[in-house]
């Protein structure tokens, strides 16, 4: 069983940056690969970053790509999510998760951990 902490939420101006952090408990943390996804009030959980077992590898939304950064610190086991220029439309419940599956995934089916979701909130 992992458990995901997450931190870092908080209420921004438009344009301004924030960086998540998620400590998954465990000493494999090098065995998931890991991911952010956010919820929007009345809207469907959506993937935004995901980076792989080694940190080789990310992917990003469409929507976030050139804004948002995911990376991963194997010795702090801990995966960021730093996200510039945010915009009103970022606002959401993000979720830190994590799945032991190879490769990195874009649907929220594919992974197995979650967190407990931290607020971001972006005023206009």
């Known amino acids: 069983q992992v458990q995901l902490v997450e931190s870092g939420g908080g209420l921004v101006q438009a344009g301004g940056s924030l960086r998540l952090s998620c400590a998954p408990s465990?000493?494999?943390?090098?065995?998931?690969?890991m991911a952010w996804f956010r919820q929007a009030p009345g809207t469907e959980r959506e993937f935004v970053a995901g980076i792989s077992r080694r940190g080789s590898s990310t992917y990003y939304a469409d929507s976030v790509k050139g804004r948002f950064t995911i990376s991963r610190d194997g010795a702090k086991n801990t995966v960021y999510l730093q996200m510039n220029s945010l915009e009103p439309e970022d606002t959401a419940v993000y979720y830190c998760?994590?799945?032991?599956?190879?490769?990195?995934?874009?649907?929220?089916?594919?992974?197995?951990?979650w967190g407990q979701g931290t607020q971001v909130t972006v005023s206009s």
């Open positions: 465990g000493r494999t943390f090098g065995s998931y690969a």
């Open positions: 998760a994590a799945t032991p599956r190879p490769g990195v995934g874009t649907s929220r089916h594919e992974y197995d951990y």
